[in-house]
């Protein structure tokens, strides 16, 4: 048990921190898909890169303060990520801290905002509108069923689009559909994380999962991923992405059954998130290749 118990907190901790991908990715690949545009500036590159973390370091605080420091019985972190936190969450003193801390995290982001509307005008503002909006009813969402579908657009066409409108101040097609095959895998790793504990007929508790709803995420994202190569959305470099396929099927192996131990689970949340980073670099890499080395 205190084997088990071990793993878990292990388990715990590495998701805690490689969850920050799912916006860190999104803001390089702006950046990178602009790689051949002259005019791009570092500056501009590391406030998006800024501005999307606060965002998902805001909302995570938000998240907390709604489901009540999660230990409401609808949220999976109840359960599964028992003493799951924001960061410095443990140091708050009241409920309602997580809410202030939240609104201050996403208030930063304005200057940011202010920023880009000089740059780039208006269209900046929609984006960060809806952004915002997600951001403080995102509880509401997830209990109302909407959780992946809120992941995909956030983190997919949401973050791409809107940082390349602020490095570029164009609103392209490109952005929208490069984030496909990310968007897919971020919310891969957010059904795994919001998956139901219960308990087994031998009495252990094990974690329920629908293996037709992760395949279909998995596969989609890495068919998407081939289908931008072949309709040159993406260069054939960027084929590399499909290196995440590697961690994607240690994860299906880990879940081959419609109920997983939590070690089981966790571990495979893990390996979820390295088929995500491991695919947007590839993609990334892929990109940069393209303007150094010609393979056809």
Request: no cysteine.
């Amino acid at each position: 048990m205190t084997d088990n118990n071990s793993k878990r907190s292990a388990y715990i901790l590495q998701i805690k921190f490689l969850l920050f991908s799912a916006s860190v990715i999104p803001a390089l690949l702006t950046g990178i898909l602009t790689y051949a545009k002259t005019d791009i500036f570092t500056l501009d590159w590391l406030l998006v890169i800024v501005g999307l973390f606060l965002g998902q370091a805001g909302g995570d605080y938000l998240y907390y303060y709604f489901t009540k420091n999660h230990t409401d019985q609808r949220d999976a972190h109840s359960k599964i990520f028992a003493g799951w936190q924001p960061l410095f969450a443990r140091y708050f003193k009241s409920h309602a801290t997580a809410f202030v801390v939240g609104l201050v995290v996403l208030f930063f982001n304005v200057f940011i905002l202010y920023y880009f509307y000089i740059a780039v005008g208006w269209q900046i503002l929609v984006f960060a509108a809806v952004g915002g909006l997600i951001a403080l009813t995102f509880t509401f969402l997830m209990l109302k069923g909407f959780k992946e579908v809120t992941v995909f657009i956030t983190f997919g066409p949401l973050s791409l689009a809107g940082g390349y409108l602020a490095l570029t101040g164009e609103i392209a097609s490109l952005p929208f559909l490069v984030s496909i095959p990310v968007g897919l895998l971020i919310t891969l790793v957010a059904y795994l994380k919001g998956a139901r504990i219960k308990t087994s007929a031998d009495g252990q508790n094990v974690v329920s999962i629908k293996n037709k709803l992760i395949d279909f995420l998995t596969y989609s994202a890495f068919v998407s991923l081939l289908v931008l190569v072949v309709f040159d959305v993406l260069p054939v470099h960027s084929l590399l992405g499909l290196v995440g396929i590697i961690p994607a099927v240690q994860m299906r192996r880990k879940l081959s059954a419609k109920q997983a131990s939590i070690p089981q689970y966790l571990s495979a949340t893990v390996q979820s998130l390295f088929a995500m980073i491991l695919a947007g670099a590839g993609i990334m890499a892929g990109w940069i290749l393209q303007y150094h080395l010609t393979i056809f």
